[in-house]
């Protein structure tokens, strides 16, 4: 079986569960839901670092991660910021390293608050979740599609050889296209606009993780789904426009 048709085949299970999760789920269900994929997320961006920094421990940092998103979604995000620092100061001053204590807070925040948002933004209305899909999802296709038919000119070389500003730009339009008519399906008119937003910084998100496993000399930021790597490597672009999507709601619409 090529990569490809694994990769398809995984991807597809994955958006029927997540379809699935969308539309069943309570809020609160749905939410813990969420923090368990911060969990993950968590776990996965601490394996990363720990090339670097040895004494780093991604399973206890994990169940902090899940703790921390629980925090955030249900109770207060400052307060998910208190236990983010506590944690990371109590394990960096045992190693006496700076570093230890730089990297735990990233790791956490990373996977805490960019991944709640999805939680975060089912809980505001669980339509704008599919708006979310439809925008991450096409962008992504269109990438790899229209870079793997019509790419030259590359993108970000020393981030990610295989992106060029012809997939970039087809991740754009395919974005906003799939994105609006999702939009205006469920009528929800205002999304147009951190539609477009979000297809330009997806692709940053895709970058930013990338970025994070070459400084690790990383391929994948785990082996957890087949054809695709790791959680984080399915999600880099979609939590960041979920991001944009919660921002714009919260600041703008709420």
């Known amino acids: 079986m090529n990569d490809l048709l694994i990769r398809t085949i995984t991807g597809i299970i994955l958006a ?19 923090a368990v994929i911060s969990a993950i997320a968590v776990w996965e961006a601490t394996h990363l670092l720990q090339r670097k920094y040895h004494e780093l421990n991604p399973t206890i940092t994990a169940v902090v991660g899940f703790i921390s998103a629980l925090i955030l979604m249900f109770v207060d995000p400052f307060l998910t910021v208190f236990v983010i620092f506590l944690y990371g100061f109590y394990i960096a001053h045992k190693i006496y390293d700076i570093n230890y204590l730089t990297s735990l807070t990233f790791a956490l925040t990373y996977g805490v608050f960019f991944v709640s948002t999805i939680g975060l933004l089912h809980e505001i209305n669980k339509y704008l979740i599919f708006i979310l899909f439809a925008t991450v999802w096409a962008g992504d296709t269109t990438a790899y599609f229209v870079g793997k038919k019509f790419g030259k000119h590359k993108f970000a070389p020393r981030l990610s050889p295989k992106k060029t500003w012809e997939g970039a730009v087809g991740s754009f339009i395919g974005s906003i296209f799939f994105g609006g008519i999702t939009a205006y399906y469920f009528h929800m ?66």
């Open 189 to 254: 008119y205002e999304a147009f606009i951190p539609i477009v937003i979000a297809a330009v910084l997806l692709q940053i998100g895709d970058l930013f993780e990338s970025f994070l496993k070459r400084q690790v000399e990383a391929k994948d930021s785990s082996h957890l789904i087949p054809g695709h790597g790791g959680i984080l490597d399915r999600i880099d672009a979609l939590i960041f426009a979920s991001m944009v999507f919660y921002i714009f709601y919260k600041v703008f619409i709420i």
């Open 16 to 34: 029927a569960v997540a379809i699935l999760a969308v539309l069943y789920l309570p809020s609160p269900l749905f939410k813990v839901g969420i």
